[in-house]
Structures are given as structure tokens and as C-alpha cells.
């Protein structure tokens, strides 16, 4: 069973903000920032290719409700919302989950950089959409 099926069934104690039947919610244990969220459904299933799309929208509602929560009550004054999909992109809990990362100053202690590359944007936009109908 998986980590994160553990906290679901509360044989690991962790810090719950939102329960239904098919979404859980609770503190990342790393608080990578003050309100660090991770939100999961409760069916075990690996990661965000993997989940069906109707899902993945409660998910997403749930995670909007927390942000604006966070928003009001901690003070954060944006967010970042993301997924890691498998090792390589850095995921370490293959359990799917939405991290909601509260931002409270451009120089707080989450860092995020998106490097430039000189790449030919129609060849890729071609690549991307062959086999289309
Ligand atoms: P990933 O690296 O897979 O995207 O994220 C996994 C997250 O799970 C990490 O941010 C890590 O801090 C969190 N995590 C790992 N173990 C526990 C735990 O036992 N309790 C809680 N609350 N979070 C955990």
C-alpha cells in the first residue's frame, strides 16, 4: 500500500484540510512553503496521465477552494500549482498528487526557473500534433 494510501486510511497521522469520497487534502510534511498542500484522490493511481480527466477536475476544484483559503488566511499573495510525473521530472511518492505551494515573496524559499532554449517552435508544434485527425 502505498504512503499516501496510508494517510488516506489514517494509519499515518498527517494534517487533513479536506476529505470527501474521492478527494483527500493535506500538509505536505516538507512545507516547502508556510501552507505547502498536497491534494490526491483516493483511488491509487500513479500520476496525472494516469488518472481520468473528471478526477482530475474535482481535484482541481478542491485545490482553487484551498488556494483562496490560503489566500485569506495566511496572507499568500500567489501560487504555484504543479504536478511531478514520474523520477525524471522529480516525482518521489507514485501516488498521484497536486502540489499547491503558497507564495508569499519572489525570494521566499521556493525556487522555480524556466531556462530559455533556441528550439524551431513549428517544427515541435509539428511533431507534437502528427498522427491528429
Ligand atoms: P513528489 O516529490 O512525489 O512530487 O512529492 C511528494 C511529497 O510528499 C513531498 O513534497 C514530500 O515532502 C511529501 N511527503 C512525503 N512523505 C510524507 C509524509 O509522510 N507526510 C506528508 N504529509 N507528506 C509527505
Redesign the pocket.
Known amino acids: 500500500m502505498s ?1 499516501f494510501k496510508k ?1 488516506i486510511n489514517k494509519e ?1 497521522p ?2 487533513i484540510l479536506y476529505e470527501d469520497e474521492e478527494v483527500f487534502a ?5 512545507q ?1 512553503t508556510k501552507g ?1 498542500t ?1 491534494i490526491i484522490p483516493k483511488v491509487e493511481t500513479k500520476n496525472f496521465l494516469e488518472t481520468d480527466s473528471q478526477l482530475i477536475g474535482k481535484m482541481f476544484k478542491v485545490t482553487q477552494q484551498l488556494a483562496k483559503k490560503i489566500e485569506e488566511n495566511l496572507g499568500a499573495t500567489g501560487f504555484n500549482v504543479l ?2 510525473m514520474n523520477e525524471v521530472a ?5 501516488h498521484f ?1 497536486i ?1 499547491l505551494i503558497p507564495r508569499y515573496d519572489e525570494n521566499d524559499t521556493l525556487k522555480i526557473e524556466f531556462s530559455s532554449n533556441e528550439l524551431d517552435l513549428n517544427e515541435i508544434k509539428t511533431m507534437i500534433l502528427k498522427n491528429q485527425d
Open positions: 504512503l494517510i499515518i498527517a494534517h493535506f500538509l505536505d510534511i516538507s516547502t505547502h498536497l504536478t511531478n522529480g516525482q518521489t511518492v507514485f498528487h502540489h
